[in-house]
């Protein structure tokens, strides 16, 4: 393939090399040459038809759904353009265009952080594009296809080609110009940092960014890197100059903290200052997850995030004393998560199917009302978050509220197994089990409201998340 450099930094026009005789020709591109430049690989395929003079553009998809592309017309002919709108490019605000035809088989690659289009020169034109990321309509994006700061040569083009009037969207015929565009894309790729690896939610985050073609993480754990050891906090973090970190460390041994408060404070707060104020340091935004454990339960009906909370356990206390500190950064979302399950470590789900292997019955109780939440789902929004503006606390569930009781039954259910669930009250455990516990909230229905009010989407129901996660284990087992 022959590569052939732009006016524009990483945008290059591409020439499959052919090999034909009187039957035709054959031609090929390798994964190889695409990720050599900077293509995260083949997410989804499109085709658009175009009649003559219509003009598809500028359009992008805005993080964390930003989509290279690599873009060919397979009939017809196009004028393809492109406009680089990376802030911190050599090449910001400048644009380039191609001709492409099935004659010339040219391709063009348009990176991550470009607006791009095309006017169709010829009716029943069909154009095809290869896309790295997956296409999300809530984020579309597009700045104006006749900004006159860009100097696009469209006159120029309309003459030569004989075209008399462009045909638009609506959509399309009144969007922002460049300067007016809020939306902002870098060259330099987007560095996140996050800790606590090893446990459920750091794994399925590390897991979302790779898939959206996120390479530069730093993923550790508390051998890797220790949170209450400020030196070595302050260290990694100004070395590696996070945009992000997802502060997924804690510790949530929450029976075992009523006895270790001095520790459990060292890592609940003291290590969470320790990585709020290297936030501040590096200028990074930074995301922390919080509990449903910061409130007593005792209130009736939903949690809203500016109830006063009354923590009743260590675990609670300590976590809420975190939320506290990382409030020093106005960069921060505080994300209220309860009733974790993910592939990545133990959880109810996993205790449930272990135990009803060599149990007839089982003893759950059933006056603690929550929203078990995977964290597959929680690891989208919180990526998502990460790309927005809208800091502040939120309560971040799947959708819907249910017993632990409720939840038990519903596994079973769902998973074909013949054990039976026996609701009891917190004291009744408490006394069939001869354990003690430390204090849990009855209420931890927490209100999602503010999402919707902030663009971002509730989270798919409990049960589907359950039903999502199962079929994920299965496949693991296998």
């Known amino acids: 393939m022959n590569k052939i450099e732009t006016n524009l930094k990483d945008c290059y026009i591409l020439e499959p090399k052919r090999f034909g005789d009187g039957r035709g020709y054959f031609e090929s591109v390798t994964k190889e040459e695409l990720e050599n430049l900077g293509f995260k690989g083949i997410y989804q395929v499109s085709n658009s038809k175009s009649g003559k003079g219509i003009v598809r553009g500028l359009h992008f998809q805005k993080d964390?759904?930003?989509?290279?592309?690599?873009?060919?017309?397979?009939?017809?002919?196009?004028?393809?353009v492109v406009v680089d709108m990376r802030k911190d490019s050599e090449t910001y605000g400048k644009w380039t265009s191609a001709l492409l035809t099935p004659e010339n088989g040219r391709m063009l690659y348009v990176p991550r952080g470009f607006a791009h289009g095309f006017i169709s020169l010829k009716d029943d034109t069909l154009f095809e594009y290869y896309v790295d990321n997956k296409y999300m309509p809530k984020y579309e994006g597009g700045i104006l296809w006749n900004d006159p700061s860009l100097g696009i040569n469209w006159d120029e083009i309309f003459k030569e080609y004989n075209i008399n009037e462009p045909i638009l969207s609506e959509k399309d015929k009144v969007r922002d110009s460049l300067k007016e565009c809020k939306v902002e894309f870098q060259r330099r790729p987007k560095r996140y940092l996050v800790t606590g690896y090893s446990g459920q939610l750091g794994y399925d985050i590390v897991r979302e960014l790779k898939e959206r073609g996120e390479m530069q993480i730093l993923a550790l754990n508390k051998d890797e890197m220790d949170i209450t050891d400020r030196d070595a906090v302050m260290r990694i973090v100004k070395e590696f100059k996070p945009d992000v970190?997802?502060?997924c460390a804690a510790w949530t041994a929450v029976d075992k903290a009523e006895d270790m408060e001095e520790m459990v404070r060292k890592v609940n707060v003291d290590g969470t200052k320790n990585l709020t104020d290297a936030s501040?340091?590096?200028g990074a935004k930074i995301i922390y997850m919080s509990t449903d454990y910061v409130f007593d339960g005792t209130k009736e009906g939903l949690y809203k995030e500016?109830?006063?909370p009354n923590p009743m356990s260590v675990y609670g206390k300590t976590k809420y004393e975190g939320e506290e500190m990382v409030?020093?950064?106005?960069?921060h979302f505080i994300t209220r998560i309860s009733w974790v399950f993910g592939i990545n470590g133990n959880n109810f789900i996993k205790t449930m199917l272990r135990l009803s292997e060599n149990h007839d019955k089982l003893n759950v109780v059933n006056d603690q009302i929550g929203s078990p939440t995977y964290t597959v789902d929680l690891a989208k929004?919180?990526?998502?978050?990460?790309?927005s503006d809208k800091y502040g606390t939120y309560h971040v569930n799947n959708d819907g509220y249910c017993s632990w009781a409720e939840f038990a039954k519903y596994i079973m259910e769902s998973n074909d197994k013949k054990t039976v669930i026996n609701p009891v009250s917190t004291e009744e455990y408490l006394e069939i089990t001869k354990t003690k516990q430390a204090y849990r909230?009855?209420?931890?229905k927490l209100d999602k409201s503010k999402l919707t009010e902030n663009g971002f989407?509730?989270?798919p129901s409990w049960q589907d998340a359950t039903d999502r996660y199962c079929k994920e284990l299965k496949l693991k087992l296998k």
């Open 306 to 308: 500016d109830d006063t």
């Open 441 to 444: 909230p009855r209420n931890s």
């Open 457 to 459: 989407d509730i989270l």
């Open 280 to 282: 501040i340091e590096v």
């Open 245 to 247: 970190i997802f502060h």
């Open 64 to 80: 964390p759904y930003c989509q290279a592309k690599v873009v060919r017309c397979h009939r017809g002919a196009v004028i393809d």
């Open 381 to 387: 929004l919180l990526v998502e978050m990460a790309e």
């Open 327 to 331: 409030r020093e950064n106005p960069r």
